[in-house]
C-alpha cells in the first residue's frame, strides 16, 4: 500500500518549553479514511496544520506523497484538499462567491463538483455564509475541499459544535466522494461514534506523541477490558485504566481475557495511558 | 482575475461605498463652496494694492469670514481623507482575514499566496489612490479660490494638505496600515496603532523634508509681499550685511526694539520660492511612494511567512 | 413525580429574528439527569440560561424549584449550579483561589466539597486556570457546581470539545455525584454516547419546539429502523428517514405494543432516534407550535 502521508521523527514546540507535538512518526495509507484522536493541545491541529505549511516543524519531517511542505508549500497545498476548524468561511460573502474565490485561486477547481454536493443537499449557492447554520457551513467547507479534487483530504475538526443529523450527513457525503475516487482523508474528531462509521484507521495522539496507530478493526481486536481492581490475567498488558459507561473502574489490555472492548474503550485506555502522571485515585475511590 | 477582484471589493464593499460617498461629497462640497468664493469676486481687490478700496474692506470681511466657516472645515476633511482610507481600507485587507480566521481558508486553497496577496491588495490600492487623487485636485481648486491672487501651481500655500501629495499620503498609509495588520494580525489594535504611526511618520517625513528643502532657500526681500513661498525664517539686515533674528537683534542694539515703531532695520526672508513648488511636492511624493513600496514588499514577504492566525 | 424544572408555553426570539423556540411545554422531573439535544440555535443554551435568570422569556413562562427565575432571581441562582460551555474560569486565578471565591460568592459554598472533586481527578489545586488543558478546566467548573450543593445543575454543553476519556471522566463525576444525592441535572450535548452514559431522560428540540421528550429506555424500546428502499413513507409510526455512510438510507420508526409482535428491521441505537426525529423536524419546515409532541404516556 502506497503511504500519502507520513511523518519522521517529526516535533513542533511553541514558545521555549510547550512540545505539541515530539518525536512523531506515523503514516497514512493511501485511500484509507484515518481517524485523529486526543486531548485538545495533543497536537492534532498542529499536525494537519503542518502538511499544508501553516506550521513549521521544529524537529523531523513529513511528506505529503513524497513532497515536503516547508521546501515546497505551494505543491503541498495543491496537493490537499483542506477543512480548517470552523469559523472559516467569509461572512458576507455567498456560497456561490465562496466557490469562485476558490475557482479563481486554486488551479483545476472543479466548481460543478462543489455545486453538486450543495445542491444535493439543498444548500443555496446564493445565500451568505452567516445565513447558515453550522452544519450547512461545514458542508460548504466539505464541497470547497472537495472541489479541488484533491487526493488527500485534511479536516480540522470538522464535525465540532455539530447536531448528530448534521455529523451523520457530513460523513455520508465524505465517505461516498472519497470513496469514489479513492482519495485519502484525515480527520480529527471526538466522537467516536462517527469515527465507527466513518474511518477505517485511527491515531490516537496524547502529550504531543502518537499512543495508537491501527486500523479500526485491529484496535477492537487486539483489545479486551477487564475490571481494574481484580488481578490481572497472565499475559495481559494493561494499557490503561478508566471508569466504565456503568461506572465501575476498569483497565483496557492487550490480551485474551476479559470481554471484547468497544472502539471508545480502546481510545479512552490509551488517552489514560497517555496522560501525565496522576495521584493514583483507585485507592480513594475504593475507600468512598 | 476579474471574479476574484469583485471578490475583494464585495470584501469591503461597506467601506468602499462609505469612503466614496464621503469622498463624493468632500470633492462637491470643495467645488461649491470654491465657486462661493470666487463668486464674492474679491479676486480683483486682493491681487492690486492700489486699487483697494474701502468696498473691498467690506468684501475681505465677507471672503475671509466664509473662508474660515465653509473652505476651512471642508478642507480639514479633505485631508482626513487619506487616514481614512488608510485605516478602513488598508488595515482590514489582511488583519481581518487572519482576525476572523478566513486565512485559514484562503492560504489552503491557494497553492501561491503571493498571487492571493496581489489580488488582495492591489485593486484597493489602486481604487484608494485614485480616489484621494480626486480628492487632492478638488482641494487644488478650493486653494486656488481661498488663495487669490496667487498661482497655486507655484505657491507653497496649502502644501501638503492638496493636489497629488494627498493621494501619495493614502498610498503610504494604505500601505503601513496593511503591513501593520500583517503583523498585528487583528483589525481594532492594527487601526489604532496605525492611526498614531501614521500621524507621527507623516509628520516626520514632512520635517525632514523641510529640513532638507531649508538648504535650498534663498534670501529675498521682506516687503510683504512674498506670497505663495515657503517661508522659513525672518532676519533683519544689519548695515553691515548681516543678517540677525529678533534675539540677536536685541542684544546688538536693545535701543530699536523699545522704539515705538520697532525696529527699523531693512528684513528679509529665507524662503523656499513658490516656483519650486512642484519640485519640492515631487520628491516628497517620490520618497513617500518608495515607503508605501518598501511596505507593500515587506507585507507581502510577512504574508508568505507567517501563520494564518 | 415533581418537576423541578418546567417550561410553560415558552417562547423565546431576538429582536427581528426568527422565534428560537415556542409554545414550549417541558418538565423536567426531579432526580432525573436529562439530556437536551438539538441543533445550534434551537434554543437549548438561551433555554437553560433562561432558567437562571439570565434571559426573560419572551412568552409563557419558565419554573425552576417552583420560583419563576425572572421575578426570584437571586433565589433562582442559589437553587441551581450552573456549567456554562466555555469554562468560566479567571485566567490567572488557581483552582483554590476560585473555591474561595466561591465561598465568598455564594451562600452555603462547600469548599471541602469542591475540592474533594478536584483532588480526585488529580487535577493540583495550586494550579492556574490557564495551565490547566480543556477538559481539567471544565472539570473544575463541574466541581465549583457541585459545591454549591444545588439540588439543580445546569450544564451547557459542557462536554464540547473535550476529548472522550475527558468526558468520561467528567461523567462519571456527574452521575456519581447527582444520583448519590438525589439532585437533578439538565445537560445539553451534541455526543449520544455521553447522553447514554448518564442520562435517563432525553429531550430533543428543534425546529422551535420539542420533537422529543421521554425515557431512554422508552426511547431505545419503541423505535426502530428499516432500510428507507423498503419503507412505504407516510406510513403510521413513521418518523424521518437520515443518511448513513454506507449506501442505504435508514428510516426512523415509532412502534407500539406490535413490536413484540412483527418486529421490522432492527433496534434503533439511541443515537438513530435522535437523528431521525432532528430530520423529521427539519422536514417539517416553520413552526407548527400546536403539533403534538411525540412523547409517550405508555
Same mark, same amino acid.
Given at each position: ?288 | ?309 | ?14 429582536? &427581528?429574528?426568527?422565534? +428560537?423556540?415556542? /409554545? #414550549?411545554? %417541558? ?8 439530556? =437536551? ?96 488543558? &480543556?477538559?481539567?478546566? +471544565?472539570?473544575? /467548573? #463541574?466541581? %465549583? ?8 445543575? =445546569? ?144
Amino acid at each position: 500500500m502506497t503511504v500519502v502521508l507520513e511523518t519522521i521523527g517529526l516535533g513542533k514546540r511553541y514558545g521555549l518549553r510547550r512540545w505539541a507535538l515530539r518525536d512523531l512518526d506515523l503514516t497514512v495509507e493511501e485511500g484509507s479514511i484515518t481517524a485523529l484522536v486526543g486531548p485538545n493541545g495533543s497536537g492534532k491541529s498542529t499536525l494537519l496544520k503542518a502538511w499544508v505549511g501553516f506550521e513549521r516543524p521544529t524537529a523531523g519531517k513529513l511528506r505529503i506523497r513524497g513532497v515536503d511542505p516547508v521546501r515546497n508549500r505551494g505543491a503541498a497545498i495543491a496537493l490537499t484538499g483542506y477543512v480548517p476548524q470552523a469559523p472559516s468561511l467569509y461572512r458576507e460573502l455567498s456560497v456561490d462567491d465562496h466557490i469562485a474565490f476558490a475557482a479563481g485561486h486554486r488551479p483545476g477547481f472543479d466548481r460543478q463538483l462543489a455545486r453538486g454536493y450543495l445542491d444535493d443537499l439543498s444548500i443555496p449557492l446564493d445565500s451568505r455564509a452567516d445565513e447558515l447554520s453550522g452544519g450547512q457551513q461545514a458542508q460548504v467547507g466539505l464541497a470547497l475541499a472537495l472541489g479541488t479534487r484533491a487526493p488527500v483530504l485534511l479536516l480540522d475538526e470538522p464535525l465540532a459544535s455539530l447536531d448528530p443529523l448534521a455529523r451523520r450527513e457530513f460523513l455520508q457525503v465524505l465517505v461516498e466522494a472519497v470513496r469514489a475516487v479513492g482519495a485519502t482523508a484525515l480527520l480529527s474528531s471526538h466522537v467516536i461514534t462517527d469515527i465507527e462509521q466513518a474511518c477505517d484507521s485511527l491515531i490516537v495522539l496524547g502529550g504531543g506523541r502518537s499512543l495508537l496507530a491501527v486500523s479500526i478493526a485491529e484496535a477492537i481486536a487486539g483489545h479486551r477490558v477487564v475490571a481494574a481492581n481484580e488481578p490481572h490475567p497472565i499475559g495481559a498488558v494493561v494499557v490503561g485504566t478508566f471508569p466504565a459507561a456503568t461506572g465501575e473502574r476498569v483497565a483496557l489490555v492487550r490480551g485474551s481475557a476479559g470481554r471484547p472492548a468497544t472502539l471508545e474503550e480502546v481510545v479512552i485506555g490509551h488517552l489514560a495511558a497517555g496522560r501525565p502522571e496522576r495521584p493514583q485515585r483507585a485507592s480513594r475511590k475504593a475507600a468512598a | 482575475m476579474v471574479e476574484s477582484i469583485r471578490l475583494t471589493f464585495r470584501l469591503h464593499r461597506f467601506e468602499l461605498l462609505i469612503l466614496a460617498g464621503f469622498t463624493a461629497l468632500v470633492v462637491v462640497a470643495a467645488l461649491v463652496v470654491a465657486g462661493r468664493l470666487d463668486g464674492l469676486g474679491y479676486g480683483p481687490c486682493a491681487q492690486v494694492m492700489e486699487t483697494y478700496t474701502r468696498s473691498c474692506e467690506v468684501l475681505a470681511q465677507r471672503f475671509y469670514a466664509m473662508d474660515s466657516r465653509e473652505a476651512t472645515p471642508v478642507l480639514t476633511l479633505a485631508a482626513m481623507l487619506p487616514y481614512a482610507f488608510g485605516l478602513f481600507l488598508g488595515a482590514p485587507i489582511v488583519a481581518r482575514e487572519i482576525e476572523r480566521g478566513t486565512t485559514r481558508l484562503a492560504w489552503s486553497i491557494a497553492p501561491s499566496r503571493l498571487r492571493w496577496y496581489i489580488l488582495r491588495t492591489a485593486p484597493i490600492v489602486v481604487v484608494v489612490v485614485l480616489l484621494a487623487f480626486v480628492a487632492g485636485m478638488a482641494a487644488d481648486r478650493l486653494f486656488a479660490a481661498r488663495s487669490p491672487g496667487v498661482d497655486i501651481s507655484n505657491a507653497f500655500d496649502g502644501y501638503g494638505y492638496r493636489g497629488g501629495l494627498l493621494a501619495v499620503q493614502a498610498l503610504v498609509i494604505t500601505a503601513g496600515a496593511l503591513g501593520l495588520g500583517t503583523v498585528v494580525g487583528r483589525l481594532l489594535p492594527t487601526i489604532i496603532i496605525a492611526l498614531v504611526l501614521g500621524i507621527l511618520g507623516i509628520d516626520l517625513v514632512g520635517k525632514l523634508h523641510e529640513q532638507y528643502t531649508r538648504r535650498e532657500a534663498i534670501i529675498v526681500a521682506d516687503d510683504g509681499e512674498i506670497r505663495g513661498a515657503r517661508y522659513i525664517d525672518q532676519f533683519f539686515e544689519l548695515p553691515d550685511g548681516r543678517l540677525v533674528g529678533w534675539n540677536e537683534l536685541a542684544e546688538i542694539d536693545p535701543a530699536a526694539m523699545e522704539s515705538e515703531m520697532g525696529p527699523q532695520y531693512p528684513m528679509v526672508a529665507l524662503v523656499v520660492p513658490g516656483e519650486r513648488y512642484r519640485e519640492v511636492e515631487a520628491r516628497e511624493a517620490i520618497v513617500l511612494t518608495g515607503i508605501a513600496a518598501v511596505m507593500l514588499i515587506g507585507a507581502g514577504v510577512i504574508v508568505r511567512r507567517r501563520r494564518p492566525g | 413525580m415533581t418537576a423541578v424544572l418546567e417550561a410553560h408555553g415558552y417562547g423565546k426570539r431576538y429582536r &427581528g429574528r426568527p422565534w +428560537a423556540l415556542r /409554545g #414550549l411545554d %417541558l418538565e423536567v422531573p426531579e432526580g432525573s439527569i436529562t439530556a =437536551l439535544v438539538g441543533p445550534n440555535g434551537s434554543g437549548k443554551s438561551t433555554l437553560i440560561r433562561g432558567w437562571i435568570g439570565f434571559e426573560p422569556p419572551t412568552e409563557g413562562r419558565l419554573s425552576i424549584a417552583g420560583i419563576d427565575p425572572q421575578r426570584h432571581r437571586k433565589t433562582a441562582v442559589m437553587r441551581s449550579g450552573y456549567v456554562p460551555q466555555q469554562p468560566a474560569l479567571y485566567r490567572e486565578l488557581t483552582v483554590a483561589e476560585h473555591i474561595e471565591l466561591g465561598v465568598t460568592f455564594r451562600t452555603g459554598f462547600d469548599a471541602d466539597l469542591a475540592r474533594h472533586y478536584v483532588e480526585r481527578l488529580g487535577i493540583p489545586l495550586a494550579a492556574q486556570a490557564n495551565q490547566l488543558s &480543556g477538559g481539567e478546566q +471544565a472539570q473544575v /467548573g #463541574l466541581a %465549583l457546581a457541585l459545591g454549591t450543593r444545588a439540588r439543580i445543575l =445546569l450544564l451547557d454543553e459542557p462536554l464540547a470539545s473535550l476529548d472522550p476519556l475527558a468526558r468520561r471522566e467528567f461523567l462519571h463525576v456527574l452521575v456519581t455525584a447527582v444520583r448519590g444525592e438525589g439532585h437533578t441535572a439538565l445537560l445539553s450535548s451534541h455526543v449520544i454516547t455521553d447522553i447514554e452514559q448518564a442520562c435517563d431522560r432525553l429531550v430533543v428540540l428543534g425546529r422551535g419546539r420539542t420533537l422529543l421528550d421521554l425515557s431512554v429506555a422508552d426511547a431505545l424500546a419503541h423505535h426502530r429502523v428499516v432500510e428507507a428502499a423498503s419503507w412505504e413513507p407516510g406510513q403510521p409510526g413513521t418518523i424521518g428517514t437520515f443518511p448513513t455512510t454506507t449506501d442505504e438510507r435508514l428510516t426512523l420508526v415509532r412502534v407500539g405494543a406490535l413490536a413484540a409482535a412483527t418486529p421490522i428491521g432492527r433496534p434503533a441505537t439511541l443515537e438513530e432516534v435522535v437523528i431521525g426525529h432532528l430530520a423529521a423536524g427539519r422536514r417539517r419546515g416553520q413552526l407548527e407550535a400546536d403539533e403534538p409532541v411525540p412523547g409517550f404516556a405508555s
